[in-house]
């Protein structure tokens, strides 16, 4: 595994109190599981921040942990200040919205009675029901019962729970379990609203490539521990995955264009038909670039290819 310390991931100091959420030493261990294995974490105000994971890496517990929800073994949590095990919390937990990753409905409840249910459970007022099924695209449905409602329905009404009360935290686990690819885009466009507002989110994902281009920063967390902590760029940097060109080349000019990129300093180059896919190192990429530019018109088009966070996701884990 490519070892990487996560404190050098972070490339600006945050003042202490723009963050929200502080783990320190963070161990919950079940008998000889050691679910979380010493997480140092800092998340800051008003930033959508990833938490991302195989199953079973640790991901839910960290959460619970995070919510209060299970004391720790060992180490400290801080939320918006106040220890997640002291007295203090009670306030704190007023502030947080949060989504399990199997949230219980009642199924011969409607959409509506359902958010009324948990408004009560939490004290929020029962106008916000209506807007918040509203803003997860549930209006329509408010009067169905849950019994009738699809998968991806359930997750926006669980979702809808979360936002009741005006949370300024935001503790999503899994989300996008059963939305379609329109209802995802929806979704982080939510997201994106409500980090406009200054709420800050925490999500936990399995799905790379959905979150990748979506969050601030995000965490890379196997057995328990957090391997990499940063930007999606940051960590690519990190790890100084090679990039990969892909050119398309006039046919004619195939053959200059070839031998032109066989001078190059690249990795690997992998010709198919009239295009051309050149791999480089991070540091060799404007020397490929102005080279591509001196073969003015031989080269039809360009498109450089950056590691996905798959590549870098297993490049820290594997
Ligand atoms: N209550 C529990 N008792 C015993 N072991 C537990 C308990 N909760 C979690 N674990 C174990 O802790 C480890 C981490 O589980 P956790 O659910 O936090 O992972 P995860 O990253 O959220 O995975 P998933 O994506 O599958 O939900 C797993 O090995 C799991 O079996």
């Known amino acids: 595994m490519a070892s990487i310390s996560p404190a050098h991931a972070e490339s600006r100091a945050t003042p202490a109190h723009d963050n929200v959420v502080v783990a320190r030493a963070v161990r919950k261990h079940y008998g000889a599981v050691h679910a979380v294995d010493g997480v140092d974490l800092e998340i800051r105000r008003g930033e959508l921040f990833g938490l991302i994971g195989h199953n ?18 060992s ?8 220890s997640v095990s002291g007295s203090g919390f009670r306030a704190v937990r007023r502030k947080i919205g949060y989504l399990p990753e199997n949230v219980v409905l009642y199924e ?11 408004s009560r459970l939490k004290g929020a007022a029962l106008r916000e029901c209506a807007p918040a099924l509203e803003r997860v695209g549930l209006a329509a449905a408010a009067k169905r019962r849950v019994r009738e409602y699809s998968k991806g329905m359930r997750q926006r009404l ?11 935290i935001l503790f999503l686990d899994e989300p996008t379990t059963g939305l379609d690819p329109e209802a995802i885009r929806e979704f982080y466009s939510i997201l994106r609203a409500l980090r406009a507002e200054g709420v800050t989110v925490v999500l936990t994902s399995h799905i790379l ?3 990748q281009e979506r969050v601030d920063r995000l965490a890379i967390m196997a057995a328990g521990k957090i391997q990499a902590l940063g930007s999606v760029q ?3 940097e990190q790890m100084d995955l090679p990039l990969w060109f892909d050119i398309h080349i006039a046919a004619e000019h195939f053959d200059t264009v070839r031998t032109a990129l066989g001078h190059l300093p690249v990795i690997a180059v992998d010709a198919r038909g009239d295009h051309v896919a050149v791999q480089c190192r991070r540091e060799s ?3 490929v670039l102005e ?14 290819r950056e590691p996905s966070l798959e590549d870098v996701f297993f490049g820290f884990s594997d």
């Open 56 to 73: 079973g890496a640790g991901k839910s517990t960290l959460f619970k942990t995070m919510l209060g929800l299970i004391p720790l073994s």
């Open 75 to 82: 180490g400290e949590i801080l939320i918006d200040g106040a």
């Open 108 to 118: 011969n409840l409607t959409g509506l009675e359902t958010l009324q249910f948990f």
């Open 158 to 168: 669980g979702f809808a729970q979360a936002l009741l009360g005006k949370p300024q």
């Open 209 to 211: 490539a959905e979150i």
């Open 234 to 236: 940051s960590l690519r």
């Open 285 to 287: 990429k404007m020397a």
């Open 291 to 304: 080279a591509l530019a001196a073969l003015d018109g031989r080269v039809l088009d360009l498109h450089v």
